[in-house]
């Protein structure tokens, strides 16, 4: 470095680069720290300027033109410099000063365009950054140096540099301009502070955050979008913590807008109808299917687009027909993908150029020649190939994500429009889990295909020349590595095809058990109350077990593919090289390290090509799956409901002879899953309908439970198959009003939810919440009708959502209402009300259809419909229909009259029952996730601590966890001296043979064979030779072992992992509190179990494993390359500080848009579920459209963060890059320098290039991965604070109760107070009551009054504040909880049933007979019912998706009469029971539990008219305790004013 120096500045090498010289600063010390430092970092800073995006000001103060002019001219002068240098090179210093210039010219280029791009954008009415003006004004001091230099030393009238006077123009002109630079920036900054107070003002109203409105890319040059300069300030928003919103980032290029890809999308698949349409058109003997190319609609492109599905797509001749999405896809975005091809064989061969240039220039160095020319221009072209490889590389993975991005929003727009036109029994041929796997996994898995397909054919062009090149390198000595790398393939395949039928098997098995850990947690106190607790854990634990046997398997083979592909470099290295030696040959720097970079290659190709093959293929799946969905008939209301007019003008629905179906009409034999067929084939039909409803009349619908009600309402709708018959509704355009007998309430506040996208009018919105009964309900929320209601309204009760709903309908003024019993899930007095004022008030001149259950309200119907087993039994007036309904009222006077609600107490204030936050769809609860969820989740990424990663430690295990580290470090460290001996290897042979390089064109190659043949016995080697390879082999062998050992040891650590956490997590949720359960989304306890365990079950070791093999690799790399040529430290470190920054910087910003990305996206999912729970209601309002545009925004919202995360990796893949391409052409710029003085060694020269050819994978692995690890240790955290945070019930007793405890069923109540967590009112305060033995005591009162809190407290659900409860004389609260609540029994208010068959769900534990089943079945009514479906072994489906309301309700109490248990608890779950079946099961139940002691909280009082005692509760207070006849007497008890509150 000293004699470089000193030739470089024409110094003494004793002192090449003094300090001071001759009385002033030394000249080379002038040029190159004050003049080409300032100059580099004017340069460096003003490129990171170049992208910034214009501004919609076009106006900029004067300034800027100024120091535009002034860069310019100063670019001007040093290029006369640099001109005059070239054409009169008498200097002595003539490099130097060619370096200098060269930098100059360059900083004030860039630095001129910067001036231009920030003046346009929005620092045009300001100085623009402080940096740039610094970094502009530093090379002044240099330039002021060396004039007082040239003038102290009389230089001035020297003609060496041309002439004194161009010299000292052309330094005194530089120096000029720069003050001139400073002046215009003084003037301007003061002109700026006398206008500023005018400005300011003006200004005020403008957005100063340009970046929210601009678009990606928008305006910027090549250079920016070569290195994403145009990034740079969304890059730094995020290091500083700046990018809170979706709306921080930029817009989406206009080409990746979602609406102009659904516009090209619509566009294809027009074409490509046309053309199917045509083709089937040609082939004879087929029908013509005019609709198989138009829609039946035509309101939007989506009803155009795939109109008429195929009614006959199980037939093959009409498959060939079907518009297929692949061909969409490849008329909408193929040119533009397949033209990336050109990219990818571009960079793949740029590739090839730093191996080749490895070997010519070691191969230089070999030749012992001085003549530098050849080693610069190697070095030349080293660094050419690999930066314009680098660029071309990153530009092409930039390109093949937006396509990819332009697929998705293509796929998900359309699935999501497609669910919103195929009615109901179409669609029940796939489960709501399955269409959003659709909208998920599926559209991921096709976006993930675009890399893979470039991929085929690249992968065997680069093979193909890297044996090539590798034959030339060493003959057919590579064919023995190459045999071992070929065999492996198939091995690999076969490896990769069982991975791949496990891991299918794994998932099942998983979505089995998330999904019966979904139903747990929705019947978790059903499970608590029964105590179920160790049978529902040992079924989860079946299917854990069943899960890993797989993940085992999976692990395992991992684990062996992980020890081939990392042993294959050294194995084939060592074939290779011991075969070459035993040839005869002699081995060479160039030749090894060639051919070690060209193993490198030849690797990734044999491990990646059947891993791309497994994910052509899964997309290929994928993409057949959504295409059998989106090939599904719309829904086609023109053709479904008679087009002409009816004969009387004022009919609004006319049913004539029509059958309906709810079997889908497309069901083929193989394509419907097994629940749904077994839903449909049990489902009845609605036969031979005959209705003629007239405008304006108030038609009631009546009938047993399961008789056809809601079907007949969905048969008006046009939800099921019409099979015969004709249809006519009035209202086909404007639809209908809706209220579903489940409520479906969106997440959103009440007044959304009410509006329903219609606008606000103040007055009508006021009477519609005052005919719903709302008024009362909004004043006690806290932020009235502006109050969110969570998932599908989570925190609303069951009654004030079906109000909610109903209000919705109402406030939308439709001519027709379809109200499906919006009356069960409200108390009586409140059903009065909606009947009065909004039923015959505000819905008295439209046409309504009300089924329900309480006949009593229906005697101002205009006509009432008798159903039975699908069929019209009865029309007429009520008197006439209701006749025999009436006389049974009699008999009960006036009680008999009252249908009490369905109360669901406690409501929000109280939130004892929280069955009702459990209502969402368990399919779907991955991905429905609170916002207020999404951002504590959120905020501990990226800030993982310590003990988060010493948690994943011990659960692996202490000693294993060593052990793999240990095994890794040894297994990184003879890889790295296995590369180090062969270099060592060649440097010996150098100096004791010198070099003579074999040429293979000329070989005898039988006379090689022959040789080789012969040495094949070791003793006919050199000692020298045998010594070397038998310690080459030795070391290999060691790296070889070292890595099965860490391979396997990783797989074992995984496992065991797994293991453990599920199991604490399984334990600890179990037995948690029902107020942890009561408080936490189940959404977010289910994500526990399923994404964030599989990715401590795969993703997590996955990653972990890669980072840390890329960790030990790039520091064996650097500590590889130091060795080598100790002078690159002084490159290295300055660069290892970049990187570290670099990391740094990108981190930050990407952990905010990966977190942007993953908020914005729950909610696309959330409203998907969202409106496939509510799709007749959606369409019955006619809300597609809205709907639509809806998920095209939220769309657009996550496109825009995912496009920006995405490029944030392509802009720090570039820079690391950049990196790489620094070092590789250091290393060669430092190997010439040591070269030129008789220093350098080719083998550590080979060494160290042949390691740094593979630095760019090595640095961006080393972030990528450590990033996902960060990332996906997060879950590690969220499952280590469920497994040791959250509160769990006593599990200790300190008393043992005999076997027949309780044997009399006395409970007593003393001092009771209870209060469900602190801060929440008390709801039992002060409650004192006996209850003697065998007892009957009904419970009343209002809502909120505390009736199901007496439940909770008695089985210990919520622990007592104060007071006690005993139970035949025994405290409950030393009793353990498993032995009290095994002693008594409860029959809850909510219907809940879990999948599997009626025996499952009657009797868990199996401890009753089948007999005593079908006699509990009988006493409930469910014997036909259970027939039907197919006996005890029929499955019930998801949450008994097979079963009506009403027949849950059945079921549970079947559940209930089959136990013994001396005290029974009943909190009445009859309301959607019609009449008549209530007053059977009423008997029943009194019948059965005669001997026990029986509470019944009652939601109609009738039911507790004839029980002993009554007990009023009120406020959490005890009112009122005595015989039901001696209060109902007392008209000033509290139980009187009930019961009269009850009538009608």
């Given amino acids: 470095m000293a004699d470089f120096l000193a030739a470089l500045c024409d110094s003494d090498p004793s002192n090449p680069f003094p300090l001071w010289q001759n009385g002033s600063v030394g000249y080379c010390f002038t040029q190159l720290v004050l003049n080409v430092v300032p100059h580099a970092a004017l340069a460096f800073a003003s490129a990171c300027y170049l992208n910034t995006p214009r501004s919609r000001w076009q106006n900029f103060a004067w300034s800027w033109e100024c120091r535009i002019i002034i860069s310019f001219v100063m670019l001007a002068l040093f290029l006369i410099d640099v001109v005059a240098i070239i054409f009169f090179p008498n200097l002595n210093t003539l490099w130097l000063e060619v370096l200098v210039d060269s930098v100059a010219v360059v900083a004030w280029l860039v630095h001129g365009l910067a001036m231009i791009a920030l003046s346009r954008s929005q620092y045009g009415r300001s100085l623009g950054p402080t940096v740039l003006m610094i970094f502009a004004i530093l090379p002044a001091p240099a330039l002021i140096i060396i004039l007082v230099a040239d003038c102290q030393n009389g230089q001035v009238t020297c003609s060496e540099y041309l002439s004194s006077w161009l010299r000292f123009i052309l330094i005194s002109a530089e120096l000029s301009l720069l003050l001139a630079y400073i002046v215009v920036l003084v003037a301007s900054h003061s002109r700026r502070d006398e206008q500023g107070s005018e400005r300011e003002p003006l200004l005020q109203g403008v957005s100063t955050g340009p970046e929210e409105q601009i678009a990606a890319e928008e305006g910027t040059s090549w250079v920016s979008r070569l290195f994403y300069f145009w990034m740079n300030p969304l890059m730094k928003q995020g290091y500083n913590r700046q990018i809170a919103q979706p709306n921080n980032v930029y817009q989406l290029p206009p080409k990746l807008r979602t609406e102009t890809i659904e516009e090209l999308y619509r566009k294809c698949w027009q074409r490509c109808a046309l053309i199917a349409s045509k083709k089937e058109t040609k082939q004879p003997g087929q029908k013509p299917q005019p609709d198989r190319s138009r829609s039946p609609h035509g309101n939007s492109w989506s009803d155009r687009r795939w109109s008429g599905a195929s009614q006959e797509e199980s037939t093959p001749a009409n498959k060939d027909t079907e518009v297929r999405l692949l061909s969409v896809l490849h008329k909408a975005f193929g040119f533009r993908y397949y033209s990336l091809g050109i990219l990818k064989f571009m960079g793949n061969m740029l590739g090839f150029a730093g191996p080749l240039l490895l070997n010519l220039l070691v191969s230089f160095m070999e030749s012992g020649t001085k003549q530098m020319t050849k080693g610069i221009w190697y070095t030349l072209g080293l660094f050419l190939s690999t930066f314009a490889g680098a660029a071309i590389l990153n530009q092409f993975n930039y390109q093949v994500m937006m396509v990819g991005m332009s697929v998705r929003a293509a796929l998900i727009s359309a699935i999501y429009r497609k669910a919103l036109r195929v009615n109901a029994t179409t669609l029940s041929r796939f489960s709501v889990g399955e269409i959003v796997n659709f909208m998920s996994t599926d559209t991921d898995r096709i976006v993930n295909f675009f890399p893979s397909f470039h991929e085929v054919w690249s992968l065997p062009f680069q093979f193909s020349i890297t044996l090539y090149l590798l034959y030339q390198q060493v003959g057919v000595a590579f064919l023995g590595g190459l045999i071992l790398g070929l065999l492996l393939v198939p091995i690999n395949k076969i490896i990769a095809n069982i991975i791949m039928e496990n891991n299918k098997k794994m998932l099942g098995h998983k979505d089995s058990r998330v999904m019966l850990m979904t139903e747990v947690l929705f019947g978790m106190r059903i499970i608590k109350f029964y105590t179920w607790e160790d049978h529902f854990i040992e079924k989860v634990d079946n299917y854990r077990k069943k899960e890993l046997h797989h993940l085992r398997i999976i692990k395992y083979l991992d684990a062996v593919c992980v020890y081939m592909w990392a042993a294959l470099p050294v194995v084939i290295s060592i074939v290779t090289f011991v075969t070459y030696t035993l040839m005869g ?17 030849l690797i990734m190709p044999l491990n990646n090509f059947p891993w791309v093959l497994n994910g052509i293929l899964q997309a290929k799946v994928s993409l057949d799956r959504i295409q059998r969905f989106l090939l599904l008939s719309d829904q086609d209301l023109r053709t479904y409901y008679r087009a002409g007019r009816p004969d009387d003008p004022n009919s609004a629905i006319e049913l004539h002879n029509a059958t309906f ?26 036969l031979n309908l005959n209705l003629m409803l007239t405008k304006g009349q108030l038609i009631g619908i009546v009938g047993k439970v399961g008789c056809g009600k809601s079907s007949l309402l969905a048969a008006i709708m046009g939800e099921l198959n019409r099979l015969e018959g004709e249809v006519y509704i009035s209202t086909q355009v404007e639809g209908f009003g809706l209220a579903a007998q489940e409520s479906w309430i969106q997440f959103a506040t009440i007044r959304e939810n009410i509006l329903f996208g219609n606008q606000f009018d103040a007055k009508r919105y006021r009477e519609v919440i005052e005919a719903c009964a709302l008024l009362e309900d909004l004043e006690v929320l806290p932020n009235g009708d502006q109050t969110s209601v969570g998932e599908s309204g989570v925190t609303l009760s069951g009654g004030q959502k079906a109000r909610i709903a109903l209000a919705r309908a109402v406030y939308m003024d439709k001519d027709v209402y379809l109200l499906d019993d919006p009356l069960a899930a409200v108390d009586a007095d409140v059903a009065n009300r909606l009947m009065k004022n909004c039923i015959l008030g505000s819905l008295k001149n439209k046409t309504v259809i009300l089924c329900t259950h309480r006949t009593e309200f229906l005697e101002e119907a205009d006509m009432v419909v008798m159903m039975e087993n699908g069929r019209i039994v009865k029309t007429g007036t009520p008197e006439e229909v209701l006749k025999t309904e009436e006389e049974n009222a009699k008999t009960k006077k006036k009680s008999k009259k009252k249908a009490a609600a369905k109360e669901k107490g406690p409501e929000v204030d109280e939130k004892e029952m929280e069955e009702e936050q459990k209502e969402p769809a368990e399919e779907t609860m991955e991905v429905q996730l609170e916002a207020r969820e999404d951002e504590d989740e959120e905020k501990k990424v990226g800030t993982v601590a310590l003990n988060v990663y010493r948690s994943y430690w011990l659960s692996i295990g202490r000693w294993l966890a060593f052990l793999i580290l240990f095994s890794m470090f040894l297994m990184q460290a003879t890889r790295n001296l296995s590369d180090w001996w062969l270099s060592h290897w060649i440097s010996h042979l ?11 064109s000329t070989w005898d190659y039988s006379r090689q064979k022959m040789r080789f043949i012969r040495s094949l016995s070791i003793q006919e080697l050199s000692p020298d030779v045998k010594l070397f390879l038998i310690i080459f082999g030795g070391i290999a062998a060691a790296n070889t072992a070292f890595t099965a050992v860490r391979a396997f040891l990783f797989a074992c650590g995984a496992i065991h992992a797994a293991v453990v956490i599920h199991n604490k997590l399984l334990l600890r949720v179990m037995k948690a509190t029902t107020s942890f359960l009561d408080t936490t989304p189940i959404g977010r306890i289910v994500n526990r179990f399923s994404t964030d365990l599989y990715s401590v079950d795969d993703t997590l070791p996955f990653i972990l494993n890669i980072f840390l093999a890329t960790l030990y690799g790039l520091l064996g790399m650097v500590l590889m390359i130091s060795y080598s040529l100790p002078w690159i430290m002084l490159i290295l470190v300055p660069l290892g500080i970049i990187y570290f920054y670099l990391q740094r910087y990108y981190r930050f910003t990407s952990r905010e848009l990966k977190r942007l990305t993953a908020i914005t996206l729950s909610p696309i999912y959330t409203q998907f579920s969202e409106t496939l729970k509510g799709l007749t209601t959606v369409r019955a309002s006619r809300a597609i459209v809205r709907f639509e545009k809806e998920n095209s925004r939220r769309l657009e919202l996550n496109q825009r963060c995912l496009y920006a995360a995405n490029t944030a990796m392509q802009w720090l893949d570039i820079r690391l ?3 790489a ?8 710029v430092i190997a010439v320098i040591e070269h030129s003085l008789s220093r350098g060694s080719p083998g550590l020269v080979g060494l160290a290039l042949s390691y740094a050819l593979s630095i760019t994978n090595l640095l961006s692995g080393a972030i990528s991965s450590f990033t996902q690890t960060e990332t996906q240790m997060v879950s590690v955290e969220r499952l280590d604070e469920y497994t040791t945070e959250i509160p769990s019930e006593p599990q200790d007793d300190s008393v043992e109760v005999s076997s027949t405890w309780p044997q009399r069923g006395l409970i007593l109540f003393q001092d009771v107070v209870l209060v469900y967590r602190p801060g929440l009112p008390t709801v039992l305060n ?3 009551v006996k209850i003697n033995p065998g007892e009957k005591v009904g419970i009343v009162g209002r809502t909120g009054s505390g009736k199901s809190s007496l439940f909770l407290a008695l089985f210990r659900m919520v622990e007592l504040t104060e007071g006690q409860i005993f139970i035949d004389s025994v405290d409950t609260r030393t009793v353990s909880l498993l032995e009290l609540r095994s002693r008594m029994a409860i029959i809850p208010q909510d219907p809940f049933l879990f999948s599997g068959t009626v025996r499952e769900n009657l009797d868990p534990l199996t401890h009753h007979t089948d007999q005593e089943l079908w006699d509990v079945l009988h006493q409930c009514h469910l014997l036909e019912v259970t027939h039907r479906m197919g006996g005890l072994n029929a499955e019930l489906g998801e949450r008994g998706k097979n079963l009506s309301i009403g027949q849950k309700q059945l079921m549970c109490l079947a559940r209930a009469l ?5 005290i029974l608890c009943i909190d009445e779950a009859t309301a959607s029971v019609d009449q008549k079946t209530d007053q059977l099961l009423q008997e029943t139940i009194r019948r059965q539990f005669a001997e026990k002691t029986v509470l019944t909280i009652a939601h109609r009082i009738n039911t507790i008219m004839d029980s002993d005692r009554v007990l009023v509760m009120d406020a959490g207070t005890l009112k009122e305790f005595d015989s039901p006849d001696v209060l109902s007497e007392d008209r000033d008890s509290y139980f009187y004013h009930l019961i009269h509150s009850d009538e009608l």
């Fill in 1217 to 1219: 890059q950049m990196i």
């Fill in 661 to 686: 179906s709810w079997k889908p009409s497309e069901t083929s034999d193989d394509q419907s899953n097994g629940n749904g067929e077994t839903e449909q084939d049990s489902s009845l039909m609605l």
């Fill in 1458 to 1462: 089959l136990t013994k248990s001396k």
């Fill in 1326 to 1328: 002060g409650i004192n």
């Fill in 990 to 1000: 150098q100096n004791k043979n010198g070099s003579i390089p074999s040429n293979h």
């Fill in 585 to 601: 040959h002699q081995l060479t720097a160039a030749k090894v390290f060639t051919a070690l970079a060209l193993v490198g290659m």
């Fill in 1221 to 1228: 391409v620094t070092v590789v052409t250091s290393i060669a």
